[in-house]
């Protein structure tokens, strides 16, 4: 089975500072990979989804950007970070044959 | 645009009670509705569920799909504290690749 390891798990940024949150999976091949971004207490806003190797698909606009410079390697980035970008980060993994979307353990941002 | 409405928001029990956890959805070519638990990082998931009243069932958890009034429900018999956790419903379209989420329910169960 896949396991998706997500780091830093925590991180507390200035304002206007880059970030880089890193997501690799393991377990299998050629998966598509999302990240999701959660506020306090609500639901999971779709931000980036990928299918392949440098494709990647944005759902909002936004100040944040996605790489996908491997199979199973995902990062989610800003060259400077906003006070709103504050929020609970998670990369997920559906593995290409399955129909089952599985999560990492996030990544808390608090942009100070 | 697909849309999942998860009611209630928040619920407060008692150890040993039955909850009814609640999702609505309006999504273009319906594919499947899946259910995860969230403790405190990531979302684990329990439930997929593709068609109409075809019961899913693990444990104290069970859920059923009506495709026809466009609604899940999630229950959960004699709760206990671990039961405690947000509680989100997902909807999958066919063309889309990612999952659309409800707003998900608060479910804390008191001793």
């Known amino acids: 089975s896949q396991t998706i390891h997500q780091w830093p798990a925590t991180l507390v940024q200035p304002v206007g500072s880059p970030l880089s949150l890193e997501c690799t999976v393991e377990?299998?091949?050629?998966?598509?990979l999302y990240w999701y971004r959660q506020a306090a207490g609500r639901g999971l806003q779709l931000l980036f989804y990928s299918v392949g190797i440098g494709q990647i698909s944005s759902e909002v606009p936004q100040n944040l950007s996605a790489s996908r410079p491997q199979d199973r390697q995902f990062i989610l980035s800003s060259k400077k970070l906003l006070l709103s970008d504050s929020g609970f980060y998670l990369c997920?993994?559906?593995?290409?044959?399955?129909?089952?979307?599985?999560f990492g353990e996030g990544s808390w941002l608090t942009v100070v | 645009e697909d849309k999942v409405v998860q009611s209630p928001l928040s619920l407060v029990v008692h150890e040993g009670d039955t909850v009814t956890l609640n999702c609505s959805y309006e999504?273009?070519?319906?594919?499947?509705l899946l259910w995860y638990k969230q403790e405190k990082k990531a979302p684990t998931f329990l439930f997929m569920l593709?068609?109409?009243?075809i019961e899913k069932k693990s444990g104290r958890l069970s859920s059923i799909l009506d495709k026809k009034e466009l609604f899940s429900i999630l229950n959960i018999t004699a709760t206990q504290t671990g039961d405690s956790a947000i509680y989100l419903c997902?909807?999958?379209?066919?063309?889309?690749?990612?999952?659309?989420f409800g707003s998900g329910t608060r479910l804390q169960v008191q001793p």
């Open positions: 377990g299998t091949s050629n998966p598509n």
């Open positions: 997920a993994c559906q593995p290409y044959s399955g129909n089952t979307i599985y």
């Open positions: 999504v273009t070519n319906f594919r499947s």
């Open positions: 997902a909807v999958r379209s066919t063309g889309r690749r990612a999952l659309t």
């Open positions: 593709t068609s109409s009243g």
